[in-house]
């Protein structure tokens, strides 16, 4: 099976240039939690843009979502398939990038679509397990690999955050905090 077999044909997407406020409402508007984003001449796919960036560029940048430009924050270096390659290479790659939503692009760049889980979660559901057809246990393996907690160390979360972490949290494992507390990993729940 080939993406093309799978994927949302919609070309909707922002550009660089655009707010987060613009993005979030054409999000909503087209009922979808990414848009692929395309440079400011709107020419080449550049990489996609998620919920989940918008989340962390609101917490993170600590200014309105119509004071930030999607170029800011969005994941430009994301993968990018084809509509050719083959559906299991797509859960590879995905896998890998840890995203759950990739553009979909011809030869020259040019946006064709999306593919996303939900698609092929679908699919593999409707279609069962016939042979070198996709399987809902591959597609539920390249969730499993995205979603996995990802240690976050808490010298990384004090950089992002205004109090330090030692004052915001007098204890760990018994320890009263020290530079041996800031530096313990610390895997955060995925909800």
């Known amino acids: 099976m080939k993406v093309r077999d799978l994927m949302d044909r919609r070309t909707v997407s922002c550009s660089t240039a655009w707010t987060l406020h613009e993005a979030v409402l ?4 087209e009922d979808t939690d990414a848009l692929p984003v395309l440079s400011a001449e709107g020419g080449t796919t550049l990489g996609i843009l998620g919920v989940h960036d918008v989340a962390i560029a ?3 940048h600590r200014r309105a979502a119509h004071e930030i430009t999607v170029g800011e924050i ?17 859960l590879a790659c995905m896998a ?7 553009p979909v692009v011809d030869a020259n760049g040019r946006l064709e679509g999306t593919v996303g889980i939900g698609e092929m979660l679908r699919h593999a ?30 010298a990384r979360i004090a950089a992002a955050t205004p109090a330090p972490v030692a ?4 204890a760990m494992n018994g320890n009263p ?14 909800h």
């Open 74 to 90: 969005a994941s430009l270096r994301t993968a990018v398939v084809a509509p050719d390659d083959d559906v299991h290479e797509l």
């Open 96 to 102: 890998h990038h840890r995203v759950r939503r990739l």
């Open 177 to 190: 905090g020290g530079a041996e507390a800031l530096d313990a990993p610390l895997a955060l729940p995925i």
């Open 125 to 154: 559901r409707m279609s069962g397990t016939r042979h070198g057809e996709l399987a809902a246990k591959d597609v539920l393996e390249t969730l499993r690999a995205i979603w996995g907690a990802r240690p976050v160390s808490r």
């Open 167 to 170: 004052e915001a949290e007098p």
């Open 26 to 29: 054409a999000m909503q508007h």
């Open 58 to 60: 609101l917490a993170t």
